[in-house]
């Protein structure tokens, strides 16, 4: 009867696991994903923070994609956009409030215009400071409890028709 020596067993089992991590290195994001991987973690190329994907459902039923950073730490929500010098038309930044409370933004250091929306904690939006001016130390404030501050570009929720009531999932 035949066998394996143990030298020879680990040599093909080592053989065997480099083909299958060369099958897998070969795999796309998405085919790693769907084989029980995670999906790779994007970060925003100046921020370094993590990217993820938000939508708006406006009341008229309308949907609206985002790419957000996640400003989920007390110094990252601190920092926000601060010196930021431009933004994508579909991009923005959430902060994350745990737990929920009445939150309060300024524009101190901010650049550029910002809608500044106060999200509810059923995950629809209670109000929006529009067009917060650049570098303004004027508190805009949440009128309830905010399970999270979405911030986009100064005028987009009205160009997309995004107003209190519009649920945003994140």
Known sequence: MGGFSRGRLSRMKRHLLLVLAAALAACSPSQQAS????????HHSESGLEVIPLTVTGTDGKVHQFQVEV???????????????RMGADEGMIFPRRPPDFASFWMRNTVIPLDIIFIGTDHRIINISANAEPYS???????????GV???????????????????EW
């Open 71 to 85: 400003a989920a730490t007390d110094e990252e929500q601190a920092k926000g956009l601060m010196f930021r010098k």
């Open 35 to 42: 084989a029980g991987n995670p999906a790779p973690v994007a």
């Open 137 to 147: 130390e004027n508190p805009r404030a949440s009128l309830g409890l905010a399970l």
């Open 150 to 168: 979405l911030e986009l570009n100064g005028g987009r929720a009205e160009e997309l028709g995004i107003g209190p009531g519009a649920k945003v």
